[in-house]
């Protein structure tokens, strides 16, 4: 048996903080004509696909902040994007800050995944769990990350959805480098995680991992791949943008945890996978049988008895 899917991987090169929403839009619909064109049925944008990445800068001006998110989605600079790619039959994963007003009037800023089916159906809204960097700016940096200033965990952790003839979920960008993200999803049957992603490849707090930004970038992917039975997709925001260089390479990995495809370049750059379902269950059935192999019992164990305390120094 056989659950084929054509997904596609529509990396962007950098976003000028100048850039206004219909210039991006237009490049994520040449993106998506030419993934009709390859016959692609899913199509995944990076993490915040629609600005620069904002949270280089330290934004006190409100005004100037918020203008980087979205009050709604669609939006009117938004809906050309969900109109084609429903009059193209094509789902897909847009990255996008997202400016939350809840039933008490109360607002939150979450780092956001929306997931549309081929009909335009919305399924599902991803918040990105783990937020990284610093909330307060720190002037030892050659430019910051304040991530943890504009934006909040999301409340609902990592679900999953049945779309596209599978069982489908999300994460994004520093998500991925967490096992708990893809074995929470593991545990509700996931068969694909989507992922977008902003890197920089110069890491302040400790440099010598910059040469190891694509090597950590796969492995973390691959291996969730892999210890969970099922497909990923990470798709960058890569380039110099705003004269910050962000890591490439978006891939499909496939629960084999190998890669079967990724780009060459590092700017806006579609790759495309036909990616069987069902190939997750050589591995959900074999060697990462959940319900026959694992012992969670022992993990119970080995934390009444350790708990988060090391043992004491010799
Ligand atoms: N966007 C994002 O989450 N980026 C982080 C950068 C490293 S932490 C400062 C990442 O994990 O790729």
Partial sequence: MSRNLKLGAAQLGPIARED??????????NLLAEAGDRGVELLVYPELALTTFF???????????LSFFEKEMPSDDTQPLFDEAARLGIGFCLGYAELHTDSD???HRYNTQ???????????????????????????????HLERYYFEPGPDGFGVWRAF?????MAICNDRRWSETYRVMGLQGVELIMIGYNTPSFYAPDPQQNALQNFHNHVVMQAGAYQNGCWVVGVAKGGIEEGIDHIAQSVIIAPSGQIVAQTITTGDELVVANIDLDFCSF?????FKFDLYRVPEHYRLISQTRGVILPPEE
């Fill in 283 to 287: 591995y959900k059935d074999t060697v």
């Fill in 165 to 169: 003839g599978g069982i489908m979920g």
């Fill in 20 to 29: 206004t929403r219909k210039d991006v839009v237009e490049r994520l619909l």
């Fill in 114 to 144: 929306m997931l549309v089916e081929r009909d335009g159906s919305v399924v599902a809204k991803f918040r990105k769990v783990h937020i990284p960097g610093h909330a307060e700016v720190q002037g030892w940096r050659p430019f910051q």
């Fill in 105 to 107: 009037g109360v607002t």
């Fill in 55 to 65: 949270p280089r800068w330290y934004l006190e001006d409100e005004e100037e902040m």
